[in-house]
């Protein structure tokens, strides 16, 4: 907004201001509000001989460039200055006092607008100068002002008008938001009627308390505050009829003619208001059919409704007001406590609000109580909150010890009469409904953060049809609130600390969570049926394997509850272990490792060895994705032991691919081979194609180790087959990778660079996170060959934040290795430097050999290309000795070649000679890459 130019205030010297700030402070004194003390602020004023507008002007402390922009605002225009607004300060005068009628007159519209700015009626800002000059059909607009305002009118219910809020604090969009609806209501006609909706406790009537002090004056004839009773405990909702006769009296409307009949009196009412204007505020509406007819149609009033029930029969623009952001909750909850706002404990505050829910009826509540304490209370307090919050997260449904922690928690926030949970009481009565209470206790109960119609129909037992009804009559009760997407909702942690309170032995709160966990168990055994990875997730009839996928990823939370909060069973077990899968997939290891604890506390808790072991397979699975191989070789072993006692082997199977896979790792290929080979037949023997996949893959592995690339294309092009004929998207992905990988290191850049965007095109479609870094790794090791170092680059910085996403050390070894050799051959040696000597430390650190193999040669390659011959030459030797021990061939034959580099640059032709040969012996027998430039190294030495 463009700001007005500033003007000096013309008629009021400087030294008035002292003046002002005195009366302003003895007002302040005498105990009226910055807001009250306004009108009589500005009757003082006049009294000492300032204009009428002007007095208004200071009364409300804004100078002339402030009140001209507000203006603008208000106007849509930028045409007002501050000079127009010292004109019409002094007019129908010129600066030095002479009448000067020609000068700019404030028209009515201008006066109006002025009367919004100041919170008055227009009249109250002209005086008899104004009116000698005004043409005779503004004089009539002030004589009726003037009349209407001499009637002596009532404040309407002014019994039941609360008191202006103690402590009223942030709602800055809110305030904003009817700020901007007074506006358009008042110079444009805009809507009349506005409705604001929340849960109990979260500060409506507050906020409709708060526009009556700021806007009240905005409406000459007065304003009326009625509470309809809605959800007061101890009181019944108030009869239309009867409110319509009060509202008419309060108009002056004599009580003799007033209709008996009910719609005549509606009908009076509306007529009767038709032409005044008014503020309206109907608080603790129940419901549409209460407040319908008690809407006037006079477009000179403004309706404010509060009500906890989403009002769906009236045609308005609702606004919903939802708890406080943690700020604004903070600060109240240090006003209510009185405590010191320089001083007080901040993390004993924060845990308060945590526990609140950010409820201002709560903080209120709760601060009340700390006001009379001292301040040591404060962290007791919060140490009180704390502990029952976790404690409950702990018990079972089941444990009536747990619904009485419950109950403790919600009588925390009370004070005096007044506590959280005889708000609630009212609004759960009001359902009166059997079907809707009971799923309100269920929904206090349920695991997630969201709530959705299928959890729902399952934990409750009733179709999916029967559970967006519910949903849908919640909603409209102001139970739950919708989220983006139109299929999800949520209950306020306070609302649903409450229904949880209320569960009844005849809800059967473990067999509603037994059916939830059936429910999610169905859902996860089809993650690998085949299906279109764009799928939808919403439940529409049977489920493919990309919508079970993205389904279990959108309900993540809503599972891990199920599991955390279900009986011991064998099916919970099974729904901790599959959830756990998906997500190691995806990089949440931490959360994996979780649920296969619990799947194996449940496989013991339950005796189910099956279950146990296939536990423990996963819980060896993501100690070697971390690094931690020894703890992963144990739960390897212990899981090994269970399974092949087991009639079922398919986690025999999944065992050993997983034990092979560590061995790989850890470039023992002999043990690594052993145990693919051993998964292979087992998963033959039982006719399991994925697992007979993994086992391909697997020796693949073991081939690539051995530096047998014809042998690892041909286990990686089975296995890749056997993949696409299940359709499982995740084994095709690795399949890819598998055979790019094996292309790569024999030299077929080009085409492993294919095989490693389709790698990479399957894990963004998955979310596959580890598989979309080893895919970039790999475009990163194909880039380098064929010579984009840019495009390298990228794909390996890619790569790295990826692996640090997901903590995946081996990852972001061999991406730090990658990137390594790019600043290297920039011959940028200090950053090459730092990167290898990072990707060693990882290597040591997960014990991989071939990664500190590779770093040791590039080590060696910065010192030659230096010319420190000697310290490449014992990096180069220290990368053979790893080659030979680990048995891997390219390795050595690498490590010979750049030794003989080495030992010519230093004049030691005989010996680079002899390490030559022997680089040539294995490049041939293995048909490597490397053979042509070992071949032209010969030749140029002579050899």
């Given amino acids: 907004m463009r700001?007005?130019?500033?003007?000096?205030?013309?008629?009021?010297?400087?030294?008035?201001?002292?003046?002002?700030?005195?009366?302003?402070?003895?007002?302040?004194?005498?105990?009226?509000?910055?807001?009250?003390?306004?009108?009589?602020?500005?009757?003082?004023?006049?009294?000492?001989?300032?204009?009428?507008?002007?007095?208004?002007?200071?009364?409300?402390?804004?100078?002339?460039?402030?009140?001209?922009?507000?203006?603008?605002?208000?106007?849509?225009?930028?045409?007002?200055?501050?000079?127009?607004?010292?004109?019409?300060?002094?007019?129908?005068?010129?600066?030095?006092?002479?009448?000067?009628?020609?000068?700019?007159?404030?028209?009515?519209?201008?006066?109006?607008?002025?009367?919004?700015?100041?919170?008055?009626?227009?009249?109250?800002?002209?005086?008899?100068?104004?009116?000698?000059?005004?043409?005779?059909?503004?004089?009539?607009?002030?004589?009726?002002?003037?009349?209407?305002?001499?009637?002596?009118?009532?404040?309407?219910?002014?019994?039941?008008?609360?008191?202006?809020?103690?402590?009223?604090?942030?709602?800055?969009?809110?305030?904003?938001?009817?700020?901007?609806?007074?506006?358009?209501?008042?110079?444009?006609?805009?809507?009349?009627?506005?409705?604001?909706?929340?849960?109990?406790?979260?500060?409506?009537?507050?906020?409709?308390?708060?526009?009556?002090?700021?806007?009240?004056?905005?409406?000459?004839?007065?304003?009326?505050?009625?509470?309809?009773?809605?959800?007061?405990?101890?009181?019944?909702?108030?009869?239309?009829?009867?409110?319509?006769?009060?509202?008419?009296?309060?108009?002056?409307?004599?009580?003799?003619?007033?209709?008996?009949?009910?719609?005549?009196?509606?009908?009076?009412?509306?007529?009767?208001?038709?032409?005044?204007?008014?503020?309206?505020?109907?608080?603790?509406?129940?419901?549409?059919?209460?407040?319908?007819?008690?809407?006037?149609?006079?477009?000179?009033?403004?309706?404010?409704?509060?009500?906890?029930?989403?009002?769906?029969?009236?045609?308005?623009?609702?606004?919903?007001?939802?708890?406080?952001?943690?700020?604004?909750?903070?600060?109240?909850?240090?006003?209510?406590?009185?405590?010191?706002?320089?001083?007080?404990?901040?993390?004993?505050?924060?845990?308060?609000?945590?526990?609140?829910?950010?409820?201002?009826?709560?903080?209120?509540?709760?601060?009340?109580?700390?006001?009379?304490?001292?301040?040591?209370?404060?962290?007791?307090?919060?140490?009180?909150?704390?502990?029952?919050?976790?404690?409950?997260?702990?018990?079972?449904?089941?444990?009536?010890?747990?619904?009485?922690?419950?109950?403790?928690?919600?009588?925390?926030?009370?004070?005096?009469?007044?506590?959280?949970?005889?708000?609630?009481?009212?609004?759960?009565?009001?359902?009166?409904?059997?079907?809707?209470?009971?799923?309100?206790?269920?929904?206090?109960?349920?695991?997630?953060?969201?709530?959705?119609?299928?959890?729902?129909?399952?934990?409750?037992?009733?179709?999916?049809?029967?559970?967006?009804?519910?949903?849908?009559?919640?909603?409209?009760?102001?139970?739950?609130?919708?989220?983006?997407?139109?299929?999800?909702?949520?209950?306020?942690?306070?609302?649903k600390r409450y229904a949880g309170s209320l569960a009844a032995p005849d809800d059967d709160l473990p067999v509603a969570m037994n059916r939830l966990v059936a429910f999610g168990l169905t859902i996860a055994r089809r993650t690998s049926i085949p299906g279109q990875e764009n799928a939808a997730t919403r439940i529409v009839g049977p489920m493919d394997g990309a919508r079970a996928r993205a389904w279990i990823s959108k309900e993540r939370e809503l599972l891990v509850g199920c599991v955390e909060n279900a009986d011991a069973t064998t099916d919970s077990a099974e729904l901790a272990r599959l959830l756990a899968s998906h997500l190691c997939g995806r990089g949440r290891w931490s959360a994996a490792y979780q649920l296969y604890e619990r799947s194996l506390r449940i496989g013991r808790a339950t005796g189910s060895e099956q279950a146990e072991a296939w536990a423990l397979t996963g819980l060896g699975r993501v100690d070697r994705l971390s690094g931690r191989h020894e703890r992963a070789e144990a739960s390897f072993a212990a899981a090994h032991a269970l399974a092949a006692s087991q009639p079922d082997h398919r986690c025999l199977a999944e065992v050993l691919c997983e034990r092979g896979q560590l061995a790989w790792i850890t470039a023992r290929h002999d043990d690594a081979r052993e145990d693919f080979i051993a998964a292979l037949e087992t998963s033959r023997a039982i006719g399991h194609q994925p697992t007979e996949c993994d086992a391909l893959d697997g020796l693949s592995r073991a081939a690539r180790m051995i530096s047998d690339y014809p042998a690892a294309q041909s286990c990686s092009r089975e296995a890749l087959a056997i993949a696409v004929d299940l359709d499982d998207p995740e084994r095709i992905g690795n399949g890819q990778w598998g055979l790019a990988e094996s292309l790569r290191l024999h030299g077929d850049h080009e085409t492993a660079r294919l095989h490693y965007v389709n790698a990479l095109r399957i894990a963004r479609a998955l979310n596959y996170r580890k598989m979309e870094g080893d895919a970039l790794r790999g475009l990163g090791h194909s880039e380098r060959m064929i010579g984009t170092p840019e495009t390298t680059r990228k794909y390996f910085a890619e790569a790295l934040a990826i692996s640090r996403r997901i903590h995946d050390l081996y990852g972001e070894g061999w991406a730090l290795w990658g990137l390594g050799n790019i600043e290297r051959e920039a011959g940028n040696t200090e950053a090459a430097r730092s990167a290898f000597d990072l990707a060693g430390r990882l290597a040591k650190r997960v014990n991989d050999p071939l990664g500190e193999m590779e770093v040791l040669r590039g080590f060696g390659h910065l010192e030659r290309q230096i010319g420190e011959y000697q310290n490449a030459r014992d990096y180069y030797e220290a990368s053979l000795a790893i080659a030979r021990h680990v048995g891997n061939p390219q390795g050595e034959a690498d490590a010979l070649h750049n030794i003989a580099r080495v030992g010519a640059a230093q004049g030691r032709r005989t010996e680079a000679c002899e390490q030559l040969r022997s680089a040539l012996r294995i490049c041939k027998e293995l048909q490597l890459a490397l053979t042509g430039h070992v071949e032209e190294e010969l030749r140029n030495l002579g050899c």
């Fill in 3 to 495: 700001r007005s130019q500033p003007c000096d205030d013309c008629l009021y010297r400087a030294a008035d201001a002292d003046e002002r700030r005195r009366i302003r402070d003895q007002l302040l004194g005498v105990g009226l509000t910055d807001r009250q003390l306004v009108e009589p602020l500005a009757a003082e004023l006049r009294q000492r001989g300032y204009r009428p507008r002007a007095a208004w002007r200071y009364a409300n402390d804004l100078t002339q460039p402030e009140v001209a922009d507000q203006f603008n605002a208000l106007t849509d225009s930028f045409a007002m200055r501050a000079s127009r607004i010292s004109e019409y300060e002094r007019w129908p005068f010129a600066r030095d006092g002479t009448a000067r009628a020609r000068s700019p007159r404030p028209t009515l519209s201008a006066l109006r607008t002025l009367a919004v700015i100041y919170g008055t009626t227009w009249d109250q800002l002209v005086d008899v100068a104004d009116l000698e000059q005004m043409p005779e059909s503004e004089r009539r607009e002030f004589r009726s002002a003037a009349g209407q305002r001499s009637m002596e009118r009532p404040t309407g219910f002014e019994s039941e008008l609360p008191p202006e809020v103690p402590h009223f604090t942030g709602r800055w969009p809110a305030r904003a938001e009817l700020a901007r609806r007074v506006r358009e209501h008042l110079h444009r006609g805009a809507d009349l009627v506005h409705v604001i909706d929340g849960p109990p406790g979260v500060g409506k009537t507050a906020l409709a308390r708060w526009a009556v002090t700021e806007y009240g004056r905005q409406y000459p004839d007065g304003q009326v505050w009625v509470d309809l009773f809605g959800f007061t405990p101890g009181r019944e909702p108030r009869g239309t009829a009867d409110l319509l006769e009060r509202l008419l009296l309060e108009i002056d409307v004599p009580r003799v003619t007033i209709e008996t009949d009910p719609e005549r009196r509606a009908a009076q009412w509306r007529k009767a208001m038709s032409r005044r204007r008014m503020l309206l505020v109907f608080d603790n509406a129940a419901d549409t059919a209460q407040v319908r007819d008690l809407l006037p149609r006079s477009p000179g009033s403004f309706v404010l409704i509060t009500s906890r029930s989403r009002l769906m029969g009236l045609v308005v623009r609702p606004m919903h007001l939802d708890v406080m952001d943690a700020d604004e909750a903070e600060e109240l909850l240090v006003k209510f406590a009185n405590l010191d706002p320089g001083g007080y404990d901040r993390d004993a505050v924060g845990r308060i609000v945590a526990a609140s829910g950010r409820l201002p009826l709560a903080l209120k509540l709760f601060g009340s109580q700390l006001a009379h304490h001292d301040a040591g209370m404060l962290a007791s307090s919060a140490a009180d909150l704390t502990a029952l919050t976790a404690e409950m997260r702990r018990g079972p449904l089941a444990d009536s010890m747990n619904r009485n922690l419950v109950e403790t928690f919600l009588d925390s926030f009370a004070a005096g009469e007044e506590s959280v949970r005889t708000t609630f009481e009212k609004w759960y009565e009001r359902l009166e409904d059997p079907e809707l209470q009971r799923t309100v206790r269920l929904l206090g109960w349920f695991p997630g953060p969201e709530i959705s119609a299928e959890p729902l129909s399952a934990m409750a037992d009733v179709p999916v049809g029967r559970a967006k009804m519910l949903i849908r009559r919640l909603f409209e009760a102001g139970l739950l609130d919708p989220l983006p997407g139109g299929s999800h909702y949520r209950m306020h942690d306070m609302t």
